[in-house]
């Protein structure tokens, strides 16, 4: 991701919320027990907020 913010000349909005997005991911993981299927569920589901704090960035990165 940050290749491609560089590459669409992104400001530094869009890389503040790569580390927050880094952070969601690594909580995620960690969060994450591959025998529990309502976790599994859970964790699913939380790609949702994952691609909208990427999308927050991209915007951000561009008004910023």
Same mark, same amino acid.
């Given at each position: 991701? +940050?290749? #491609?913010?560089? +590459? +669409? ?12 997005? #880094? &952070?969601?991911? #690594?909580?995620? &993981? ?8 309502? /976790?599994?569920?859970?964790?699913? /589901? #939380?790609?949702?907020?994952?691609? &909208?704090?990427? &999308? ?9």
């Amino acid at each position: 991701l +940050a290749i #491609a913010g560089w +590459a +669409a000349d992104l400001g530094k909005g869009f890389y503040d919320l790569l580390i927050v997005t #880094a &952070l969601y991911a #690594a909580v995620q &993981l960690i969060l994450w027990r591959k025998d529990d299927r309502t /976790n599994c569920l859970q964790r699913f /589901n #939380a790609n949702r907020d994952f691609g &909208l704090i990427v &999308l927050v960035g991209i915007v951000v990165g561009r008004i910023w």
